[in-house]
Structure formats: C-alpha cells, structure tokens
C-alpha cells in the first residue's frame, strides 16, 4: 500500500537533507519534493500546496545533524499531510445515521461514480456496516442502465439480509430512488442506500439525470466513490460530480492495491470534501474509516 509514493518520498528527504536548512537549501528541497508527489499521481496544485506547508513549518530552523535534519523534515511533510486530509467539515456516517435515528428521520445516501470504480459493492459494504451498528437498511436499485446491475445488488442484498427496492431496465432512476425512501418511511427503516448508473464525468445528458435523482430523492447525502487506482483521472471524477451535485464525501476503493495514495491527496483538497472510508479488500468488512494520522504514516516512514 502506498510503496512508490513511500519510496519515492524517502528517496527524496534523504537526497535533500544532507546540508543544514538553509533558506536556498530548503527551497531545493521542497523543490524535489514537489516533483517527486506530482510523480505519484499527487494534482499539481495540492502538491505545491503540501509543499507550501511543509516548507513554512521549517524555516528559521538550523540544525548541524544531519539526523536531526531529515527527522524535522519528514515531521514537517507528516504534519503537512495531515493537515491536507483533515476535513473542515468532517462526516462520521454512522454518528449521522443515529442522531437522524434519535429524531426519528431516516438517512438516505446515493452513491455516485464511473463504471469501474467498485460502486455498487462498496454500497453493499456500508449496508453491511450499518446492519452490524443496528440499522435496518435498504438498498434502491438505481442503476438501471447497466446490464447486471440490478442481479448484481440483488446478490449483495441477499448475501447482507436486505431488501432492493427496483423497478426495470430503462426505468426512471429518481422515481426507483424516490419509492425507496417512501418504502423506508412507511416501514420505519432506518437507512436507505441508493445505487446510480456508473456515470462518466465529462457526458452531460446522464450529469443532468444524476441532478433529477438529487431534486426528485433528495438524499441526505450524496457519496462519491472513486478508484484510487486512477489517480488524477479520480480527482478529475470528483471535482465534475461535485460541481453537478454539491458532494458531502468521498470513499475511495482498492487502497490495498494502490501504490500512490495521490488519489486520496487529491480528492481531499481540492473538493473540500472528506474522504469519509476507504476499501481495502474484496470482503464487506473491509471497508475501513478513512484516518488522517494513518494515511500520513503510511506514507512517511520514520516519523
């Protein structure tokens, strides 16, 4: 998980910490740095903000080890991760669902993304995770383009102990999504996860449909999943779906496999929005609460 990234990094802290840290001494460095995390699938504008950061938390100091020095500058680009990845406006969704529960509200939640990114079993992973907390849920069947869709969120549902709500091939998506909600209601179920069509970001036409399922539905709130894996193409998905809809989070998939972690970087800054989990495996348990703290030392060692 994140090895080239990692490697990266240590090979360029090491490189660029062999002399005190003077001012021109600091700039290469960071100078190094900045390629080395646009290197790794890092967006151009939140690598040079990392630097920013990291840079800013070391001038004025002056150390003659050279120990000393490559420790202050990892703790430096440690602090300047974290400080990227901790939301303004964080989102813990299971402490949403349960304050909503205790007023006697349902949460709704439509999962939005491209064909590919791991969408529909990523929704049935947090279906999972919410039976376990003591939720009722139920699933709405909103992709109803794709071949398979609907057989395949049916299998998840039955594997999780849920019911989908669906209508056919071709059906309206909002209206699917809409008498999911309204089946919750009468039944006093407490969450509702609505699948939608893989969408790509730059087709306008099926933008527009995903707006319809967000004014007709009205979902509490609004996910977006992304594979980490796609590194810039994945900030590129968010930032389109986040002008369309307003998002209020992001789970990224196949963090076990990504060698990177630009991706989430990315994702992070320049949406404004929190990456809220991240999948790190094939089974619904692995889905896991996406931590700062965590993500940072996975990417700089020896901190």
Request: charged share 25%; proline share 2%.
């Amino acid at each position: 998980m994140f090895e080239r990234l990692r490697g990266a990094l240590d090979s360029a802290v090491t490189k660029t910490t062999t002399k005190e840290l003077t001012e021109k001494n600091l700039s290469n460095a960071v100078w190094e740095l900045q390629l080395v995390l646009i290197q790794n699938d890092v967006a151009v504008e939140v690598a040079e903000h990392i630097c920013r950061l990291t840079e800013e938390k070391l001038l004025g100091t002056r150390t003659g080890r050279l120990e000393k020095t490559s420790k202050l500058f990892r703790s430096a680009l440690y602090e300047s991760i974290i400080e990227v990845l901790t939301p303004e406006h964080p989102i813990d969704l299971i402490e949403y669902a349960s304050k909503r529960k205790s007023d006697g509200l349902l949460t709704s939640i439509l999962f939005v993304g491209v064909n590919g990114t791991g969408k529909t079993t990523t929704l049935a992973k947090l279906a999972h995770l919410y039976r376990k907390e003591g939720f009722t849920v139920v699933l709405a069947a909103g992709d109803t383009f794709r071949a398979g869709s609907i057989e395949q969120l049916e299998r998840h549902a039955e594997r999780i102990g849920v019911r989908v709500i669906k209508q056919g091939y071709g059906a309206d998506a909002a209206a699917t999504a809409f008498d999911a909600i309204q089946h919750a209601r009468a039944r006093h179920i407490d969450i509702v996860l609505i699948d939608s069509a893989g969408r790509m970001q730059t087709n306008k036409n099926l933008l527009e449909e995903m707006k319809k399922i967000v004014r007709v539905a009205e979902p509490d709130l609004k996910i977006f999943v992304g594979d980490a894996l796609a590194g810039n193409d994945a900030l590129s998905q968010a930032q389109k779906f986040d002008e369309s809809i307003d998002l209020d989070g992001a789970i990224l998939t196949k963090v076990d496999a990504d060698p990177s972690g630009g991706a989430a970087l990315s994702v992070a800054l320049v949406t404004g929005k929190p990456v809220v989990y991240v999948g790190v495996g094939q089974n619904y348990d692995d889905l896991q609460k996406f931590d700062p703290e965590w993500f940072a030392r996975k990417l700089v060692s020896d901190n």
